[in-house]
């Protein structure tokens, strides 16, 4: 029983420490101003988002102007709420 007793806690011990061991988790997350970058620029950032999608965002932005708002993107062909989700913390307007 005792020794049943110290390979728990020697498991245990092991798993709380892993965590600990693991690499750093990145702080700043990068992010790409929807209103001046370029296509490449927005392809490499944001999540999802490949070089037709980030040049049809390019199109529009020229075609109607800046974006106001993050949301303003679903007015984009291809870009849906999703992307703008997972994309959020990622996205400048300024």
Same mark, same amino acid.
């Given at each position: 029983?005792?020794? @049943? ?5 020697? %498991?245990? %011990? !092991? +798993? ?7 690499e750093? !988790?990145?702080?700043?997350?990068v %992010? &790409?101003?929807i209103? /001046?970058?370029? =296509? !490449? ?5 944001? /999540?999802? &988002? ?5 040049? =049809?965002? &390019? #199109? ?9 708002? &993050?949301? #303003?993107?679903? /007015?984009?062909?291809? @870009?849906?709420? =999703? ?5 959020? =913390?990622? @996205?400048? +307007?300024?």
């Open positions: 029983m005792k020794n @049943i007793f110290l390979a728990l806690c020697l %498991s245990l %011990s !092991a +798993l709380l420490t892993l965590p600990a061991m693991a750093p !988790a990145e702080t700043s997350m %992010s &790409v101003n209103n /001046q970058a370029s =296509a !490449a620029e927005m392809a490499e950032v944001l /999540q999802g &988002v490949g070089e037709s999608k980030a040049q =049809a965002i &390019v #199109d529009y932005r020229e075609e109607n102007g800046n974006f106001a708002a &993050v949301g #303003d993107l679903a /007015q984009v062909n291809g @870009i849906g709420p =999703a992307t703008i989700k997972k994309n959020e =913390a990622r @996205i400048a +307007l300024e």
